[in-house]
Nanobody, 124 residues
Framework: QVQLAESGGGLVQAGGSLRLSCAAS????????MAWFRQAPGKEREFVAR??????TYADSVKGRFTISRDNAKNTVYLQMDSLKPEDTAVYYC???????????????????WGQGTQVTVSS
């Protein structure tokens, strides 16, 4: 059974940093397309960042502030979040693509596995 487990969320002041982790179990996701999404209260879940074996893409709202990376040996994907803003407050979800496509995919239905989410709160 595939499981994705996020960790690293918390409360941080504006301008601060957090690093989220997504540990996968049940299968190996070496260089497999993975992504981060987020959902703020009262809003739809939205794409944040995606990583494949040769591509990293970001939502315009986080470009230059967030960095997605992976450690294949640990079957783990990370999201380094710097210069955080109050509007980054949301539950952050890790997701694995349904297919091994090496191009940008940003819709929810593209992803077949999801974690339970981790709360990130940025105070002003």
């Amino acid at each position: 059974q595939v499981q994705l487990a996020e960790s690293g969320g918390g409360l941080v002041q504006a301008g601060g940093s957090l690093r989220l982790s997504c540990a996968a179990s049940g299968r190996t996701f070496t260089n497999y397309p993975m992504a981060w999404f987020r959902q703020a209260p009262g809003k739809e879940r939205e794409f944040v960042a995606r990583i494949t074996w040769s591509l990293r893409t970001y939502a315009d709202s986080v470009k230059g502030r967030f960095t997605i990376s992976r450690d294949n040996a640990k079957n783990t994907v990370y999201l380094q979040m710097d210069s955080l803003k109050p509007e980054d407050t949301a539950v952050y979800y890790c997701a694995a693509d349904r297919f091994n496509h090496n191009y940008d995919r940003r819709t929810l239905l593209d992803y077949g596995y999801w974690g339970q989410g981790t709360q990130v709160t940025v105070s002003s």
